[in-house]
């Protein structure tokens, strides 16, 4: 299970610079926990009280996971996962 | 038609099929034409009714300055209210938008004041808050937070829809301050239960994310979450191939946000024809293309098109 994951420039200190990383898991939430084993920290950037965080999207194959389940959303081989930091609109 | 004033003719914009990229005719796609406001955007809208219920309010009146952190079209629509009701109109931009926003401001008499490029539009709002503080006497309307951002939604764009579209499934629109899908998001609701409100986010390049920490993180006040069915982040590349599609195929020169929006409209038609259920599917064109032909969004193929707006605030 190979789940590719896009870091935003804000986290990756914790990633050795790296913009992709791989992950692996059934669900977001233990995609998550996988990457806080190799990339220790990140999950609780990500993470706070078993939520997402206030000002983090997670965006699974580009929906916000928000609607997908959050962190019980399932994944499944090939699924791409991108973290970014809520920004207000462009120019709007 | 004839309108007493240039303000009076706010809204009331054309709804047109979209026959050659619909899928079918059972799943069919439509435009609502915002380019067709009195400065070219959705925003008169908003600007409009922020600008009436200050009044109302008695916080505006002649002679008052307003204050706005705004990346372009906001600005622009403040800019020519705020000229012909007499009031002295500040932006604070961020410094990677596109010249032609810059020109137009400047023309309606708006005074400028840049922020940094990193932090995008979080860094504007975050300068114009400062800005307010230190002027206690300027009025900042705040569209990310105003109430009556949504409300000319709720009272105009999403009327106007259901009017001209009884039988609407989706309604999509980019997702910024979030004044349009709140607004008419919450009037679609209450009329047809079952609709689907989906946003199209843009993701711009890394810097516009550059933030210092997360919690300089933005949600607008504005956003409610429960009204939306779900929400895309739509990528420059995505958003740059469906806005030339629009000109290409239908004749539309929107400006590139509108691609993001397109972008997921057309997931929602293919969805519903995997689904084999019909749908009338109704997203905004927000803005047209003029203010941003400096980008190169229009030029050249799409590789060099994407590679210029990177960088850019592209909506």
């Known amino acids: 299970m190979a789940i590719e994951v896009r870091i935003p420039t804000i986290l990756r200190n914790l990633t050795d610079d790296a913009k992709v990383v791989e992950g692996k898991g059934d669900t977001l939430a233990e995609l998550f926990t996988d990457l806080d084993s190799r990339y220790p920290g990140i999950g609780a950037r990500i993470v706070e009280n078993g939520k997402l965080r206030r000002f983090i999207n997670v965006y699974l194959n580009d929906e916000d996971v928000r609607f997908v389940g959050g962190l019980e959303a399932e994944l499944k081989d090939g699924d791409n996962v991108t973290v970014l930091p809520a920004v207000a609109g462009g120019s709007l | ?315």
């Not at chain 2, 990229?21 to 809208?45: C, F, H, M, Q, Y």
């Not at chain 2, 001209?164 to 004044?179: K, Q, R, S, Y």
């Not at chain 2, 609709?195 to 956003?223: K, M, Q, S, T």
């Open chain 2, 1 to 315: 038609m004839r309108y007493d004033s240039l303000l009076d003719s706010l809204g009331g914009t054309p709804l047109v099929g979209l026959p050659r990229l619909s899928p079918s005719p059972e799943v069919r796609l439509w435009a609502k034409l915002e380019d067709r406001n009195p400065t070219g955007s959705i925003k008169d809208r908003a600007a409009f009714f922020m600008i009436e219920q200050a009044e109302k309010d008695g916080l505006l009146f002649p002679g008052c300055t307003i204050l706005e952190p705004t990346s372009g079209n906001t600005g622009i629509s403040l800019a020519m209210v705020a000229k012909l009701r007499g009031y002295r109109m500040v932006c604070v931009m961020p410094e990677n938008t596109s010249a032609e926003r810059k020109q137009l401001l400047a023309m309606w008499g708006a005074e400028v004041h840049f922020s940094d490029a990193a932090g995008g539009s979080n860094e504007a709002v975050r300068v114009a808050k400062e800005m307010a503080e230190a002027h206690p006497d300027w009025v900042m309307l705040y569209q990310y937070g105003n109430p009556a951002n949504a409300r000319a939604h709720y009272e105009t764009t999403g009327p106007e829809l259901l009017a001209d579209l009884p039988e609407i499934t989706h309604f999509v629109a980019g997702l910024g301050t979030t004044g349009t899908l709140m607004g008419v998001g919450r009037y679609l609701r209450e009329h047809k239960p079952d609709v689907r409100i989906v946003a199209a986010e843009p993701r711009y390049g890394e810097l516009v994310y550059g933030l210092r920490n997360i919690d300089e993180g933005f949600v607008p006040e504005l956003y409610d979450e429960s009204l939306l069915t779900t929400r895309f982040s739509v990528p420059a590349d995505a958003a740059l191939k469906r806005t030339r599609e629009l000109l290409d195929q239908e004749g539309i020169f929107a400006g590139v946000s509108t691609g993001g929006a397109l972008h997921a409209a057309l997931g929602m038609a293919r969805k519903a024809e995997r689904e084999g259920r019909s749908a009338d599917i109704a997203f905004v064109i927000a803005d047209a293309g003029w203010k941003y032909l400096s980008t190169g969004a229009y030029e050249g193929t799409l590789e060099e098109a994407e590679e210029r707006l990177e960088g850019q605030l592209w909506a």
